[in-house]
């Protein structure tokens, strides 16, 4: 008995420390996912289970009405269902339900979102965490690192596209798409982010022809969720025929942080 009683005693001792106010750990909100909103229902009368939760001793569980209708009788197995559930009362008071709004939200910005590979001759769907590996491996001709506020060197070709991952120790990183247009007045680049979260960016592109010719273009980068094999109406640098193709081109990206250091 007693190495029982050490074990338990152990065992709370564990519990204290995980959940103690001065552990910075202990602070951290968790979260997680409910993938079926049924486990929150009477099974017997389907509506959405409150507080008070009764169950018999085999566990099977009914609402405060059902419970009275059936004159606490279990309907499963006809056992007394007669003791609260205080594991699901409890469950219920943390339990958040969140609106269709807040999900569209949540979609936008999760990392676990499903995206279609921007590539337009490839179908693979994945994860958007996964997506920057999936190119390096199927399209390793067009993908670049980068880190906000430094230069990198590309050379989008028409028709095809550049991705560019974010270098980071924190999170996924942003992902950039570049494509490029040929028109009759000249040649279109435009970037734009598919990577998941709601700070502001924006990004440069430089051009210097091998004639000493300079091009500067700023524009924000605007988040989709898919690139489409569209030219774009906005928000693109022009570059006449005459500077193409002999050019050395650089694109940088900044976050609003970045830009407010630098003022």
């Known amino acids: 008995?007693?190495?029982?009683?050490?074990?338990?005693?152990?065992?709370?001792?564990?519990?204290?420390?995980?959940?103690?106010?001065?552990?910075?750990?202990?602070?951290?909100?968790?979260?997680?996912?409910?993938?079926?909103?049924?486990?929150i229902e009477c099974p017997l009368c389907f509506k959405p289970?409150?507080?008070?939760?009764?169950?018999?001793?085999n566990g099977h569980i009914a609402c405060?009405?059902?419970?009275?209708?059936?004159?606490?009788?279990?309907?499963?197995?006809?056992?007394?269902t007669r003791y609260r559930n205080r594991a699901m009362e409890r469950l219920l008071e943390l339990l958040r339900i969140i609106s269709f709004a807040e999900t569209s939200t949540h979609l936008k910005i999760c990392a676990f979102t499903q995206r279609a590979?921007?590539?337009?001759?490839?179908?693979?769907?994945?994860?958007?965490?996964?997506?920057?590996?999936?190119?390096?491996?199927?399209?390793c001709e067009s993908a670049y690192m980068f880190e906000c506020g430094e230069p990198v060197f590309i050379y989008p070709l028409n028709g095809k596209r550049v991705?560019?991952?974010?270098?980071?120790t924190?999170?996924?990183?942003?992902?950039?798409?570049?494509?490029?247009?040929?028109?009759?007045?000249?040649?279109?680049?435009?970037?734009s982010c598919i990577g998941p979260g709601e700070?502001?960016?924006s990004y440069t592109f430089k051009l210097f022809s091998s004639c000493s010719d300079r091009l500067w273009f700023e524009s924000v980068l605007k988040r989709v969720r898919h690139v489409t094999d569209e030219v774009p109406d906005?928000?693109?640098m022009l570059v006449p025929s005459c500077m193409c193709p002999d050019y050395k081109f650089y694109i940088c990206i900044h976050r609003q942080t970045d830009e407010e250091d630098d003022e």
């Open 199 to 201: 700070e502001e960016l």
């Open 234 to 236: 906005e928000h693109f």
């Open 170 to 191: 924190e999170g996924e990183g942003e992902i950039v798409i570049v494509e490029c247009f040929d028109t009759p007045q000249g040649r279109i680049f435009y970037a």
């Open 117 to 139: 590979c921007p590539f337009s001759s490839c179908d693979f769907v994945c994860f958007n965490k996964d997506l920057y590996d999936h190119s390096v491996a199927k399209h």
């Open 1 to 39: 008995m007693t190495g029982f009683s050490e074990d338990r005693n152990n065992n709370a001792s564990q519990k204290r420390q995980r959940t103690s106010g001065g552990d910075s750990e202990g602070k951290k909100k968790r979260t997680a996912t409910l993938d079926d909103l049924d486990a």
């Open 163 to 168: 991705i560019l991952k974010e270098r980071t």
């Open 49 to 57: 289970l409150t507080i008070p939760i009764f169950q018999c001793d």
């Open 64 to 80: 405060f009405t059902c419970l009275h209708k059936l004159s606490q009788k279990c309907a499963t197995c006809s056992l007394k």
